[in-house]
């Protein structure tokens, strides 16, 4: 939703490219903060221990990580909140 939290422009870039298909982590990665390269560290290190297959969450690099997990992977009763569950 543009707008809903531009104080974060600075790090994640505008809601145009944080709403696109590809590239979304890229500026955040860029900055070189310890923060954005926790990030990448972490999700490489998850994409190493699930795997990256088609179709899994972790299939995408850490630039174009998904912003919600895939439909099936959330709890209807979860009222929203999204499930962590092990692979």
Partial sequence: MPGLANHLTPLVGDAKTFSGPSNRYLHFI?????????YLH???????????APGFIFEAPAKDAPGRPPYE???PRSE????????
């Fill in 30 to 38: 860029a900055l070189g903060l310890n923060l954005g390269k926790t």
């Fill in 42 to 52: 972490s999700w490489d290190f998850m994409r190493a221990e699930v795997g990256d």
């Fill in 73 to 75: 992977d959330e709890d």
């Fill in 80 to 87: 929203g909140k999204q499930r962590v569950h092990a692979c």
